[in-house]
């Protein structure tokens, strides 16, 4: 099968005046279609800039870049933003949503871009399926400040979605959440990533990392390590486990109460 992402050597310099900081330093990559991957790493060890690379946001200094069998290392910015309306979804750490606009018109803005044009029938439909795909269909007419911040980064994802992408990439999607609200957006890349979607995702948190099936570590530009995620978890039971002790916890707390308490409360 052919990569959708196949990365050789890849260099990235960034030079600020007369400094230049090697921030991508010979990176090779391929990842397959289908794949779920997490790129971990500490602060500074070129994880942005690789997503930058491989979302075509950004060029590398030197080497190859075969996005879908297509060389995009040294494309004009219009031929990358054509690239990037066509092959790539994003989602980002800030959910980045128009804050006056409904779920709705929110995941619609990418096909605005679309050429050629979607009929609105078409539009409509695509809509449609990622709120039901997100499994927010019946907060389609919300505003963002009417929506939790999990459901706020699903319509997120369910923006990235419209353009039916080759592949999703995702900068510390749940770097804003809370535990049980990041393992909810676990659970929308697993359905995602069942239904064919090819994913690649930035996470500095291990136990996000353990949702995916593979794990790149990058430490100082260069991968050190790139392994398959063994015992990896499903969000599902996950979140069904919290669910659990959170009732259990609920239990215990109400036979701790004093029974005159309890009274009153009946
Ligand atoms: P990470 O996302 O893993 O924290 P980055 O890719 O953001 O790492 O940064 C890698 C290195 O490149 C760091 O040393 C950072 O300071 C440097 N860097 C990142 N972006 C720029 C830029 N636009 N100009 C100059 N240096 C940069
Ligand atoms: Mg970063």
Request: hydrophobic share 40%; charged share 25%; net charge negative.
């Amino acid at each position: 099968m052919a990569a959708i992402i196949d990365l050789q050597d890849i260099v990235k310099v960034y030079q600020t005046g007369d400094v230049k900081v090697r921030a991508v330093c010979g990176v090779s990559l391929t990842i397959q279609p289908g794949a779920f991957v997490a790129i971990m790493g500490a602060s500074g060890s070129g994880k942005s800039t690789m997503m930058n690379i491989l979302g075509c946001l950004d060029q590398p200094t030197s080497g190859l870049y075969l996005l879908d069998g297509m060389d995009v290392s040294q494309l004009s910015p219009e031929e990358r933003a054509e690239i990037r309306n066509e092959k790539i979804g994003f989602v980002f750490q800030g959910f980045n949503l128009l804050a006056r606009t409904s779920a709705r018109d929110n995941i619609e803005l990418p096909m605005l871009y679309a050429h050629p044009p979607l009929s609105r029938k078409e539009q409509v439909q695509r809509v449609d399926d990622a709120l039901e795909i997100v499994g927010l269909t019946d907060r389609a007419d919300h505003l963002p400040n009417q929506l939790s911040g999990g459901q706020q980064q699903r319509v997120a994802i369910a923006r990235s979605l419209v353009m039916k992408p080759a592949l999703l990439l995702a900068d510390e999607p749940t770097g804003n959440l809370d535990t049980q609200t990041s393992i909810e957006i676990m659970d929308a890349f697993q359905t995602l990533n069942d239904r064919g979607i090819t994913i690649a995702m930035v996470t500095h948190e291990l136990d996000i990392a353990q949702y995916t099936k593979r794990n790149v570590v990058m430490r100082d530009g260069k991968i050190i390590s790139d392994r398959l995620v063994e015992n990896r978890l499903n969000a599902k039971a996950e979140m069904e486990r919290l669910q659990r002790e959170q009732r259990a916890a609920d239990l215990a707390s109400w036979d701790s109460l004093p029974s005159c308490e309890l009274r009153s409360m009946r």
